[in-house]
C-alpha cells in the first residue's frame, strides 16, 4: 500500500510515463512545463527510469534562438509491457505490446467459449504462461462480451457466450492487476489510439461481429453506466414489426446486421462466405454482386438510424465504425446519407465518422487499456 507523500511521488511517475508515451519523443525540461512540477521531481523520476531501464536518451534537440540544447528521452520498448486479452465465442486472443502500443507477441487458442469453466481454465494457463515468459508486465486486461461489473470482475450476462453470472474473483490472486471489462469497450481504446487519441473529447465506438456493440469513451475513459450497459447499440430497435431478438425485442440492430443474420442473407441470396479467425472473408464474386451491394446499403441505413439516437442523445465529436462492412461503399453512403437527412444538422455537422478501413486488433485494445488503468491508478 503506497501511502503519504509516496502517493504523490508515484503519481507523477505515471504521468511521467503518460507523457512520453503520449509525445513518443520529449525532454525533462518540456516534461517540467507540461506537468507543472518542479525540474528537481522530473529530473529524479526521469533518471530513476533511466536506471532502471525504462527510459532512454536518444541525444540532443538544438534549441531556438536562445538555450541549451535539449537532451531527448523515450520509453525503451524493452521496458514496461502489457498483455491484453480478448475472449469470443471460438477463441482466445492474447496480445503483448510495449509501452507504445507496439505488438510484441500475439497468438490465437481455438476455444470453446460458451462453457465458462472450460474457458476460465484455459485464460489462467494462458496468464500463467505469460508472466512466466514476458517481463515489467504493468497489467492485463481482459475483454468478455456481455454485461460485465469491472470492479468485481463478474460477467452478469452474456448472450453470446450464453454466460450467466461468471466470476472471475480468482484473477485477484495473481501478482499484476488484472482488469476484467466488456471487449468492446477495451476495444474502443485501442481504435481511438489508431485513429487519433481523444484525450478531451468523447467517442463512441461501434464494432459489427458475431454482435454489435457500442461503447462511449470520454477522456479515454469507457462509460459503464449503473448496470454496465452505457453504449449498448446493439440493442436499439430499428423496426418494431421485425423479428425477435434474443433480448427479447424486435427489430435490434444486432439482430438485423451481425455475421448470423448477414450469412443466412446471402444463403438466401445463393451465396456463401467463410468465417475465419472471428471475422468475414469475402470473395470476388460476393464484393461484386449487385445483391450483395444493395444489401450493404440496407445495413447502412440500419446503422444510421441506431446513430441517430447516438448523436442525438450522446453528442460525441467522433463515431468510429468498426465493420468488415466497411468494404462496400454503398454501406457507408447508406449509412451517411440517412445521418444527413435525420439527425440534427448541428450536431451531425460537428461529428466526425470514420469508418475503420481495417479491423481493429481487441486484445491490442485491452492491453492499452491495462495501460491506462495503470497511469490512472495508485494503490
Known sequence: MIKGTSILREQNKRRVLSFVRKLGETSRQDLVKKMNVSKNTISLIVDEFINEGILVEVGLKEPGKKGRPKVLIKLNKDGYKSIGISVSKTSIDYSVINYYGEIIEKKTYPNEGTDPVQTKEHLLRIIHSLLQTTTNIVGIGIGVPGIVDSDKKFIHLSTHLNWKNVSFSELDDFPVPIYVQNSVNMGAIGALDLEGDNEEGSSFYVRVSEGVGGAYIINNVSLNGDSWTAGEIGHISIDSSGERCNCGQRGCLEHLINYKAFNEKLESLGYSTSIEDGEIQFDNEVLHSKDVKQLMKTYGVYLG????????????????????????????????????EHALTIPFQHTEIIFGSKRYNMSRGAALSAIINYEKAIV
Not at 313 to 327: A, E, G, H, R, V
Open 305 to 340: 438510424k441506431a446513430l441517430v439516437q447516438v448523436i442525438h442523445l450522446m453528442n460525441p465529436n467522433k463515431i468510429i465504425i468498426d465493420s468488415p462492412y466497411n468494404l462496400f461503399e454503398q454501406f457507408q453512403e447508406g449509412c451517411l446519407t440517412y445521418l444527413e
